[in-house]
């Protein structure tokens, strides 16, 4: 893995604390999960650069992020939901992609174009997905016009991609980047690499002929709701400039259990995101030379994006109206009198422990 500076790791201060503070939050979970179910499976459309296809999304339930079992991120609880002990066999791998087969036949009459496979880590790490599951993987859906694998930038080899490749699929490697700005990256997030490891990734992966969808978490702990908006103005345009990465995907925290900001949360010093924050963002950033999408998950609920119950939902289809067409005149459509309140948070907000509304 990519090493950062040594004074991150100094004892008790920086990553090292983060991560104290979560891996005393995760003990907390005694919940057991089947090694032969997936975490979750649905079907859905995307914007790809051929354009929109109907989707399969996999989330695999393996032993969890590498780095998740060290401390991890700030937001994400995902390894809360990971099989014990570290591996899932191979076995088990191929019979939650059955379960997924499965769920496709039983819910659409045609096979997905789009296959999405997450695995809360990264699929490319042979800890987690062995090379025998990879290529079973690939040869399952040969047959689909293009796949997106989850992945950290350390994992990104273009002979991991040849898998997929030279099987004539359309790749694309989904990395969590989170934000464009190292300092945002390491210590709202606490997440290990810098920008620069992401651009590395891109070329290895246009290398391989394969493409990258930039994954951008819009609000962090530590952050104003005015400068995660601002934060992810610059981090979409700085992602969107890159070589090999043609599309954004730029996405609200939700809180999640055995998080961090769940404990920021239920001591009231932190609020997700407004929905008119994720409007602001992709109305502003619809020029950038790449495809730049939303998806709020958990919108109009209190631990999810939201703004005041009212227009909740009314905003999240404009935000998937403009995901699908990229159409920035959406966002011309939807009005309430709660963005009086949001304007005013913005303008006003000068401390992230103390969110001015909720």
């Known amino acids: 893995m990519s090493t950062p500076d040594p004074e991150v790791y100094e004892e008790g ?11 005393e939050v995760r003990s907390r979970n005694d919940r057991t999960y089947d090694p032969r179910e997936p975490t979750r499976v649905w079907l859905d459309e995307d914007n790809t650069p051929n354009g929109v296809r109907t989707s399969l999304t996999i989330i695999l339930n393996t032993g969890g992020c590498r780095w998740a079992r060290a401390g991890g991120c700030t937001m994400c609880g995902y390894v809360a939901e990971s099989v014990d002990g570290g591996t899932v066999a191979h076995e088990d791998l191929m019979a939650q992609v059955q379960y997924c087969l499965d769920h496709e036949t039983e819910r ?16 490319l790490d042979e800890r987690e997905v062995p090379a025998e599951t990879r290529d079973a993987v690939a040869e399952t859906f040969a047959d689909r016009e293009r796949m997106v694998l989850e992945s950290l ?16 699929i359309e790749t694309d490697v989904a990395i969590g980047l989170e934000t464009a700005t190292d300092r945002v990256r390491h210590d709202c997030v606490n997440k290990y690499f810098d920008f620069a490891d992401f651009e590395d990734a891109c070329a290895e992966a246009e290398a391989a002929d394969a ?5 951008l978490l819009m609000k962090p702990p530590f952050l104003t709701e005015a400068e995660a908006v601002e934060d992810m103005k610059r ?3 700085r992602c969107a400039a890159v070589d090999g990465c043609h599309t954004v995907s730029m996405n609200p925290t939700n809180v999640q259990s055995y998080t961090m900001v769940e404990e920021l949360y239920h001591s009231g010093g932190y609020r ?38 009212d227009c909740d939902d009314r905003v999240q289809r404009a935000i998937k109206d403009f995901d699908l067409r990229q159409d920035p005149s959406v ?10 309140t949001w304007n005013a948070v913005v303008e006003r907000e000068k401390s992230f422990g103390m969110p001015l509304a909720r």
């Open 272 to 309: 997700p995101p407004w929905l008119w924050s994720v409007c602001e963002v992709l109305e502003s950033t619809a020029d950038a030379d790449a495809i730049v999408v939303s998806d709020p998950v958990g919108h109009g609920s209190d631990r999810g994006p939201h703004n005041c119950g």
């Open 108 to 123: 659409s009459d045609e096979p997905a174009e789009l296959i999405k496979i997450y695995t809360s880590g990264s699929f």
């Open 153 to 168: 930038p350390d994992f990104v080899e273009r002979e991991r991609l040849a898998d997929f490749t030279d099987r004539g």
């Open 331 to 340: 966002f011309e459509q939807v009005t309430c009198d709660c963005e009086t």
């Open 211 to 215: 493409g990258v969808k930039a994954y």
């Open 13 to 23: 201060r920086g990553m090292d604390a983060h991560n104290a503070v979560m891996r």
């Open 235 to 237: 981090s979409v345009r």
